[in-house]
């Protein structure tokens, strides 16, 4: 799979929070990305989370590594593996007590 | 770049935290089967006295959810070629509008696949309830799976006793019985370790062999339950994951949640449980045979066995008329 370049930081939310520039490092603001969340059974969404692993994506719908997998492509990935696709399928696998 | 597997050059499809391994599917599914087949070994389910000519008698509990479908599919798998294993599916139909149809469905979808006798038993038919109507009813003031465990115990035992089996195998996986092993042990509820380990938990050489009733094991006790899951998402083994709608167990799901935040923050605290369990709970058994144990006589009902005049069975159904 191709390693996804970077998207430059949106004006948008430079804009946004123009008064949190004067102390919020550039390098922490390149460390957020948006990532496209289908949950099977539920809404698509977006969710904002720091660079980080598949198991942050999980833990941003409300999820754990022990009832969900990550879905890249149909393909499970393991929950530790660095996030490299914007947009990732998540399935419940376990429900109930 | 994707992932690797720990053995291999693949990627990786899952991490288990608590080995440190990296597994494609390939690896992933040798890796669950040889823990189901090693655990078989461990307790000593095949013995050396089976033969073609005398084979044991394998009844697997198949509610069509996927603890059961996996461990049926890999036993299907495994030994449907070795003539000293006769494998049984019994399936029950407690009487749950929507959620049992769907489950046992998926439960026939199975067998059709597979080599594997299928027996489907109703509550309706043995008892003339359904559990939506005894959890209306509630006559004895007990949650549902209370009374549902009730009659589930007494038709597996009943049938596994019918069709001659060795043993009677489900479906519990490392989460059920680290859970299990908890709530005994946070309940300081001895007494029950010690039943549990002569029940299902202890290797069968190791155990006390009670005549009334037909053993039990759990060849799935060494997977976490997200494993199986994963599995059977894999290789497509039919499984039915909804719940059950009248759980209400609250301990136990305090209990999983304390659980699976150990094992997220310290992972193998699953596996730790269960070890320290199982020993803790030998020891009680030890224990706990030295001493008299009630006597087992038949109901004065329908004559299963029961430390009273009645079993508890009769007693519900004997409520429900009322």
Known sequence: ?97 | MAMECSKCDQPAVMHAAYSGAHLCETHFRESVERRIRKRIRTDDLLPSSATPEEPVTWVIGLSGGKDSTVLTHVLAETFEADPRVELVALSIHEGIAGYRDESLEVARELVADLDVEHVTVEYESEYGVRMDQVADADPLDMAPCAYCGVFRRDVLSRYADDLDADVLLTGHNLDDEAETALMNFLEGDVAQMAKHYDASLGPFPERREEPAFVPRAKPLRDIPEKEIALYAHLFDVPSHIAECPHSTESFRGDIQDLMLSLEETHPGTRHSILAGYEDLAAMAADRYRGETTSELTPCSTCGSPTTGDRCRKCEILDSLAD
């Open chain 1, 1 to 97: 799979m191709p390693t996804q370049t970077h998207t430059p930081t949106n004006a948008d939310t430079v804009r946004t929070r123009a008064a949190d520039i004067l102390i919020i490092d550039n390098a922490l603001l390149r460390q957020y990305m948006r990532v496209t969340v289908d949950v099977v059974g539920e809404k698509t969404r977006e969710v904002e989370i720091p660079e980080g692993t598949y198991a942050d994506v999980l833990d941003a719908v409300g999820l754990s590594s022990h009832e969900a997998s990550v879905l890249v492509e149909g393909r499970p990935v393991p929950a530790d593996q660095p996030i490299e696709s914007r947009t990732v399928t998540v399935l419940q696998l376990v429900k109930g007590g």
